[in-house]
C-alpha cells in the first residue's frame, strides 16, 4: 500500500524499489562510505554496475572483465552468483550503443 507509487524493476538478484520516475539503465555508482557500509553484488542494481563498466571501458578489454570489475568495487573472492552478476551488467554495456562513453573513473574516486 505504501509503495504504491514508486518504480520497481526485477533483476536477476531481486527486485529494487525506485523513487517514482527514478528508473534509469544507468546510475552513477554510489561508492561505500567504509567497508561496513560496503553492498553485496547482488544488492546493486545492474543501472550502478552498468555505471562502472561505462565509466571504465578499458574493462571489456580485460581477459576476464567479470574480475576486474570485481576488483574495481572492492570484491576479492568472486562467488558464481556474483561473477554472473557482474557478466550481466558487463553484457548490458557491450550490447548498449545508447551508454555514452566518458572518462574512465574508479568508484568511490572524487
Given amino acids: 500500500m505504501h509503495l504504491s507509487d514508486v518504480g520497481r524493476t526485477q533483476e536477476s538478484s531481486d527486485e529494487f524499489i525506485w523513487k517514482a520516475g527514478a528508473v534509469t539503465d544507468v546510475l ?4 561505500p ?7 553485496a553484488i547482488p544488492d546493486i542494481p545492474l543501472a550502478e554496475l552498468a555505471a562502472v563498466v561505462r565509466d571504465n571501458p578499458a574493462l571489456l578489454d580485460e581477459p ?3 574480475r576486474e570489475l570485481a576488483r574495481m568495487l572492492g ?11 557482474l ?10 550503443d545508447a551508454l ?4 574512465p573513473t574508479m568508484p568511490g574516486a572524487a
Avoid at 33 to 39: I, L, N, Q
Fill in 28 to 31: 552513477p555508482y554510489r561508492a
Fill in 87 to 96: 557478466d550481466e551488467a558487463i553484457a548490458r554495456c557491450r550490447g548498449s
Fill in 100 to 103: 555514452p562513453s566518458v572518462t
Fill in 64 to 66: 576476464d572483465p567479470a
Fill in 33 to 39: 562510505g567504509s567497508d561496513e557500509a560496503r553492498r
Fill in 75 to 85: 570484491v576479492e573472492r568472486l562467488a558464481a552468483v556474483s561473477r554472473a552478476r
